[in-house]
């Protein structure tokens, strides 16, 4: 029994050499190559960025939130940012989400810590998890990038 699954497995595996022979004498290597190329290039490249003059930015109204709102002594956080946008139709997405997207930066900040706000890894949190939000929001649209005008704690 074992015997006869071997050699149906030696079957297959010598048909699938000689298709893949067959295939690469009509084709060419250089032909071949040239293919691999172009698709380990499209699935591995990161998108082009848009051109300059395509590149859009949305302006963030300034906001205000209480940083752990459940301590006593509460501090306010200051913000004010733009939006990066992947491509300029985007701001339909981005003005639609708006109400959504004041309110996810305000709940981030009511649940972090005092200090915490304006260091840099924690600036960096802020800016991936506020862009996995954001794009969830406004989704078929895009933002590429979080910038930051203003971030104080008073």
Known sequence: MIRVILLALLTVVVLLLITAGGLFAALGPDEIKADFARL???YTAPPPPPPEDQIVYYTLP?????INARKVNQELVLFAGELRLHRP?????????????????????????????????????????????INGFIAP?????????????Q
Not at 107 to 131: H, N, P, W
Not at 141 to 146: A, E, P, Q
């Open 40 to 42: 380990k290039q499209q």
């Open 62 to 66: 300034e906001m205000r939130a209480q």
């Open 89 to 133: 139709n985007d701001q339909v997405y981005v003005q639609g989400a708006m109400p959504q997207i004041i309110d996810a930066f305000q709940c981030y900040f009511r649940d972090e810590e005092v200090g915490s706000a304006t260091q840099a890894i924690d600036v960096q949190k802020l800016k991936r998890v506020m862009l996995e939000r």
């Open 141 to 153: 649209g895009k933002v590429d990038d979080i910038l930051f005008r203003e971030m104080s704690v």
